[in-house]
């Protein structure tokens, strides 16, 4: 890996329920660490990864993906949804102890199915970098409007390049409305790959995204027995350069 670039991914865990229908946690972390930890990850993004319902519990062991991928499970308190949970309504992060963390925030979004991001400001070899994850809403109405919530965030925050990934459920390859610059305030991009049904994957729901053009590199759905078995998603990574 060179400078200034870090090497992203992001997996929607469908909460250990398998393509087979059976929920299986351990196939989940045993996925994570025979096909993602070997990558050399600085960014890590799960969706899906605590329960559904409130309380929203906990349900994989966040120190063992720690331990697998040598990164860091960010989710103090404040991050996380309640006493119960591991990450904030299911998304939780895990970086590379080289992101310097300044400052941490969660959103709520709206929708008929509790939605939320995660937002982690950084400093990576003396760069400024923000690192957003979410879950957003199936309904296409309702995307565009957690888009603009997530846009009016960060038009609040410092600006720095942002790097958004995760579970966007947009099936359509330009994402229309939800990523236009008029209403995120910035324009966020990068390629994109199918990822969803997992089995044979067709629409690219899961993305990883930055400003800058031509950022989002070498990017591929994980593809393996492992992954196919384990979620109803592939993972997707990307390696993304920060200027």
């Not at 120190?63 to 989710?75: M, N, P, R």
């Not at 996380?80 to 300044?102: C, E, K, N, V, Y």
């Not at 099936?171 to 390629?191: A, S």
């Not at 590199?217 to 993304?240: C, F, G, K, N």
């Amino acid at each position: 890996m060179r400078a200034g670039q870090l090497r992203c991914a992001t997996w929607n865990v469908h909460r250990g329920k398998g393509s087979d229908g059976r929920v299986d946690p351990a196939r989940t972390l045993n996925a994570i660490d025979r096909e993602l930890a070997p990558r050399g990850l600085d960014v890590l993004a799960l969706q899906e990864a605590d329960e559904e319902c409130r309380p929203h519990a906990r349900i994989f062991h966040v120190d063992q993906i720690a331990e697998s991928t040598g990164l860091s499970y960010i989710h103090e308190p404040a991050l996380r949804w309640g006493p119960q949970s591991d990450g904030f309504l299911g998304t939780i992060l895990f970086l590379s102890p080289a992101l310097t963390r300044t400052h941490t925030d969660v959103i709520d979004l709206p929708g008929h199915c509790h939605r939320g991001a995660v937002s982690v400001e950084t400093l990576f070899e003396g760069r400024s970098v923000r690192i957003m994850s979410t879950h957003l809403s199936l309904f296409q109405p309702l995307r565009i409007v957690q888009m603009r919530i997530i846009g009016q965030y960060l038009r609040r925050r410092p600006q720095m390049q942002t790097l958004l990934l995760g579970d966007l459920n947009e099936w359509r390859p330009w994402g229309g409305l939800m990523f236009d610059r008029r209403l995120v305030g910035t324009r966020l991009r990068g390629p994109v790959r199918p990822t969803f049904p997992s089995a044979q994957p067709l629409l690219p729901l899961d993305r990883i995204l930055t400003e800058a053009p031509g950022e989002v590199q070498q990017i591929r759905a994980v593809t393996s027995a492992e992954m196919t078995a384990a979620s109803d998603h592939l993972p997707l990574e990307a390696v993304v350069t920060v200027p």
